[in-house]
């Protein structure tokens, strides 16, 4: 047996996360993917960078800080190889690539700019497909700060995939016009159109949270009649109570309703009445994509 240690850093829009996994490699034997350690650091720089155009200092200062931290933690945890992605927040700042460099220099952290075609080709490579049945179809998505990816998977192959500027710090921030649900709702309709069976599969420390608070066992779908329930309870309760009643993170008490109204809305478009919550994201698909990359 020899087991490896691979990590990967999302740069979010909401915030920034360390996950580190031991690939567990043994003769004649699938290779095993097991988390041990996740991190997450609620660096919130969409407030930034959608409101602003900029990344502040303040936030520079403290990306910074985790960047080294992180390096560190690897460091100590004896880490193989990382690969580091960034999202919309630091893709649209106009000075992204200027705190993209101070971060190599002080960190010696390289961070790579994405967009939402490699995100969701990134998170794609997870292990989506073994959940996945060939006899339905389901609608991926993946519900970030800033942007939302969303994938049709039918008979068990990618048949679409396409990303929009809609995220849960942007709604936050009232800067998603009509336009823009407008055309997710023409398109969501249009790829859908004649499917049956079709359910979605949800990705995003928002739905992830949610799943926990309906007390559902691991595996077990949501109903987007529990789903629009909960979003009204939500929506009833006060920022403080969404905190000390539902023990909430203050960063997470805030986006949770906006990343709900997307997946009501694309249930409601696409017909979905369950959504799979299956614990997968972008951080597990870049260390994929990197194992594999560097598989020896």
Known sequence: MNIRKFAAIDVGSNAIRLLVHNVIEEKDKETKFRKNVLIRVPVRLGEDSFTKGAISEFNTERIVKTMKSFSLLMEVIGVEKYKACATSAMREARNGN??????????????????????????????????????????????????????????????????????????????????IWNDIETWIRKITKGTSKISIIGSGGNINKLHKLSGRREGEPLSNIWLNAQYNFLKSMSYEDRISELGLNPDRADVIIPATRIFLSSAKWSGARKIHVPKIGLSDGIIKTLYYANHV
């Not at 490699?118 to 800033?146: P, W």
């Not at 048949?159 to 995220?167: L, W």
């Open 98 to 179: 200027k705190v993209i460099a101070r971060i190599l220099k002080e960190s010696g952290i390289a961070i790579e700019l994405i967009n939402g075609k490699e995100e969701a080709s990134i998170i794609a490579s997870t292990d989506l497909k073994k959940l996945i049945q060939t006899d339905q179809s389901y609608l991926y998505i993946d519900v970030g700060g800033g942007s939302t990816e969303f994938t049709l998977f039918t008979e068990g192959s990618i048949k679409v995939s396409r990303s929009f500027k809609i995220g849960t710090v942007r709604l936050l921030n009232n800067m998603v016009n009509d336009d």
